[in-house]
C-alpha cells in the first residue's frame, strides 16, 4: 500500500530531485496514512533518503542497469509497484523519468498526470495541480485509475526534510530487455544542467556574438547556476542546441533565471515561465521581458554583467 | 517505409489562453490553429524520408472535423494521405488507445510523434501508444537515420545527448533538432491545390475510456510590475535577491 516513489541517481549517488520526490512522496503517504518506499538503482549510500520521509528504500544493484534505459528501469518499477502493492508512484520530471513514465502507466494499468506543481488537492478523488498550456495554464485533473502515477516537476515542490531513517533491504527484479540500445553519451559532467539548476543565467542575441560568453559563464559560475540561450542563439550556432531554453527547447523551472540580452519572445517566455524569480538585463525598456520579470536593469549587458559579477564576488566572500 | 505521424491541433503560441463552461474547456474563441511545433519537426523529417530513401507518409489527428484544416496544411506540406479519428481528445490515454488501433490497421513500421503537444504538455502519448504496439520507443528524439529495419537516433537527456541503436517497428518522440527550424516548409499554392484532392479518411472511434480527468483550469495569478534597479546600482540587485526574493 505504500506510496512508491523513484529516486533517481547518477554514478552511485542521488540527484537532487530524489530528494524533491521523496519528501513530495511523504506528503502523499501522510494524506493517505500510509508509508513510502523508494526505489534506488546502483546507489552506493541510500541512508539520505530517511532524511526526506523514505521508510524504505528496495536496493537494486545490477550491471545490467548501468546505464539507464526506459524500458528495462519501467519493468524494474513496475514490479517493485506490485511487489508493494503501490497504490500510488512518484516519479520526477527529469528527461529519464518523463521517458519512462508513460511505459510504466501501460504496464501498471495506471494513469499517469505530468508537471504536477503541488501536493494532492484531494485523494479522493485523487486530483493533482499540474502545468499546461506551456506555463499558461494550471490543469486541475483527477487520476481515476486504482494506480496513480504523478510526474512532479523539478523545483516545484522543494525539499522537506524529516528526522526519520530509512530501512533497507535488497530488491532483485528480473531485468526485462529492451529493444533500444544506448551507443554512447555525450554528457557535460563538469556543469550544472538546466534541469537541476537551482539557478540558471541566460542569454541572447544581445551579446552580439559566440565570442562575448565568458562574462555569460562567469556569472553562472559564481551563482552555481546552468547556463542556457535563447532560440535565436542556438539557431546561429553560437551555443549548442542543448542550451535553448523555450517552447520548442528545454523548459526551466529554477527559483532564479536570469536573462541578459533577451527581448522575450512569447515563445522563450513560455519556457521559462515556471521559474519563480526572472531578472532581466536589457538596453530596450520597451523589450516584452520586462513586463514578464521580477527584477530589471535598463542597460548594457557589456557594463552591467561585469559589475554584477564583481558585486556578487564580495556577496559571496562577505556571506561564506 | 510505411510512416504516421500524429499530429496535434493546438491553438498558435500567440494564442490568448481563456477558459469557458466554467473554467472546465478552453476557450477556442478567436484562437488560431496549428500543427503542435513538435509534430511538425517530425513529419518535415518524414518528408525526408519520403524523399531520399522512399516511404508512404500518412499523419492521423484524433480529434473532431474542426481540426480537418490541420491536417489539410500537413497534407499540403507533401503527407499522402490523412486520418482523423473522430472523436473528442480527452487523455493521453485515450488517444493512445485509439492511435494504437490506427497504427496496428495500418501497419506502419514508423510513427513519429512530437515528443509533447503545447497545450495539453502531457508528454505521454507516444511512449504509452510504443508501449500498447509494442514497438521500440525512442522520446526527445534530436536525430533519426534509418536503414533497411535497422534505425539510429539521438535523444535529448539532461546536460548533453545520448545515442541510440533500435530497430523497426519504432515510435518517435521528435522535437527540433530531428530538423532544424530552417528546414520547415510552408506550403505552397500548387501543395495546397494537391491537399484538397487528397485522401482524408475519417475512421470512427474504438471507444477507448479515459483514465484522468480535468476539474478545471485555473491562470495563473496576474504578475505584479517589474522592480526596475538602476545600472549603476547593482548592490540594491544583489540585496533585493538575497533579502526579498530570497534566491541567492
Given at each position: 500500500m505504500s506510496i512508491l516513489v523513484y529516486t533517481e541517481s547518477e554514478n552511485g549517488t542521488f540527484k537532487k530531485a530524489a530528494f524533491e520526490v521523496a519528501s513530495y512522496a511523504k506528503a502523499v503517504a501522510d494524506q493517505m496514512g500510509t508509508s513510502v518506499t523508494a526505489v534506488a538503482v546502483n546507489v552506493n549510500d541510500t541512508s539520505e533518503l530517511g532524511k526526506y520521509g523514505v521508510d524504505k528504500v528496495l536496493n537494486v544493484s545490477n550491471d545490467g542497469l548501468a546505464k539507464f534505459n526506459a524500458k528495462s528501469y519501467a519493468s524494474v518499477l513496475s514490479q517493485a509497484a506490485k511487489q508493494e502493492g503501490s497504490k500510488v508512484v512518484v516519479l520526477s520530471q527529469s528527461a529519464d523519468s518523463k521517458y519512462l513514465a508513460p511505459l510504466l502507466s501501460v504496464s501498471l494499468d495506471a494513469g499517469y498526470a505530468s508537471n504536477v506543481v503541488a501536493a494532492?488537492?484531494?485523494?479522493?478523488?485523487?486530483t493533482v495541480k499540474r502545468t499546461a498550456f506551456t506555463n499558461k495554464a494550471f490543469n486541475f485533473t483527477?487520476?481515476?485509475?486504482d494506480i496513480k502515477i504523478v510526474g512532479v516537476s523539478n523545483n516545484s515542490f522543494g525539499l522537506v526534510e524529516n528526522s526519520a531513517s530509512a530501512s533497507s533491504e535488497d530488491f532483485s527484479p528480473e531485468i526485462t530487455s529492451s529493444g533500444v540500445t544506448v551507443e554512447s553519451v555525450d554528457k557535460v559532467t563538469d556543469k550544472v544542467t538546466i534541469a537541476d539548476a537551482e539557478i540558471v543565467v541566460s542569454a541572447g542575441r544581445g551579446l552580439k556574438g559566440p565570442e562575448n560568453w565568458g562574462m555569460v559563464e562567469e556569472l553562472a559560475d559564481v551563482l552555481g547556476a546552468a547556463t542556457a540561450c535563447s532560440k535565436p542563439v542556438s539557431d546561429l550556432g553560437w551555443r549548442p542546441h542543448s542550451e535553448h531554453v523555450g517552447q520548442t527547447g528545454k523548459p526551466v523551472a529554477s527559483n532564479l533565471y536570469i536573462a541578459i540580452g533577451i527581448s522575450g519572445a512569447i515563445q522563450h517566455l513560455a519556457g521559462i515561465n515556471a521559474s519563480k524569480v526572472k531578472v532581466v538585463i536589457n538596453t530596450d525598456p520597451e523589450a516584452p521581458f520586462f513586463k514578464a520579470a521580477d527584477y530589471g536593469v535598463v542597460g548594457d549587458a557589456f557594463e552591467v554583467v561585469p559589475q554584477l559579477i564583481e558585486k556578487l564576488k564580495a556577496f559571496k566572500a562577505a556571506n561564506a | 517505409m510505411k510512416i504516421l505521424v500524429c499530429i496535434s491541433h493546438v491553438p498558435d503560441t500567440t494564442s490568448k489562453i481563456n477558459f469557458t463552461d466554467g473554467d472546465t474547456k478552453f476557450d477556442t474563441n478567436g484562437v488560431q490553429f496549428v500543427i503542435n511545433p513538435n509534430d511538425e519537426f517530425g513529419l518535415t523529417r518524414a518528408m525526408w524520408f519520403k524523399e531520399k530513401q522512399g516511404a508512404s507518409v500518412d499523419v492521423v489527428n484524433v480529434g473532431g472535423p474542426e481540426t480537418e484544416p490541420t491536417l489539410r496544411k500537413a497534407l499540403a506540406i507533401g503527407a499522402d494521405t490523412a486520418i482523423r479519428v473522430n472523436a473528442e481528445a480527452k487523455d493521453g490515454y485515450q488517444v493512445a488507445k485509439e492511435l494504437a488501433k490506427v497504427v496496428k490497421d495500418g501497419g506502419y513500421d514508423l510513427v513519429i510523434a512530437g515528443?509533447?503537444?503545447?497545450?495539453?504538455?502531457?508528454?505521454?502519448v507516444p511512449g504509452m501508444l510504443a508501449e500498447m504496439v509494442d514497438a521500440n520507443f525512442v522520446t526527445n528524439c534530436i536525430s533519426l537515420e534509418v536503414d533497411g529495419t535497422n534505425a539510429k537516433a539521438v535523444r535529448e537527456i539532461d546536460g548533453g545527448k545520448e545515442s541510440v541503436s533500435t530497430t523497426l517497428p519504432l515510435v518517435i518522440g521528435g522535437?527540433?533538432?530531428?530538423?532544424?527550424?530552417?528546414?520547415l516548409r510552408i506550403p505552397n499554392m500548387r501543395g495546397i491545390m494537391m491537399a484538397r484532392k487528397k485522401p482524408l479518411n475519417v475512421v470512427e472511434p474504438n471507444g477507448a475510456s479515459t483514465e484522468t480527468g480535468t476539474v478545471k483550469f485555473e491562470k495563473p495569478a496576474p504578475k505584479g510590475e517589474v522592480t526596475l534597479v538602476a545600472p549603476d546600482n547593482l548592490d540594491e540587485l544583489v540585496n533585493l535577491l538575497h533579502n526579498e526574493a530570497k534566491v541567492i
Open positions: 494532492p488537492t484531494s485523494t479522493s478523488p485523487f483527477t487520476i481515476d485509475t | 515528443r509533447e503537444s503545447i497545450d495539453y504538455n502531457g508528454a505521454m522535437q527540433k533538432g530531428l530538423v532544424e527550424e530552417s528546414d
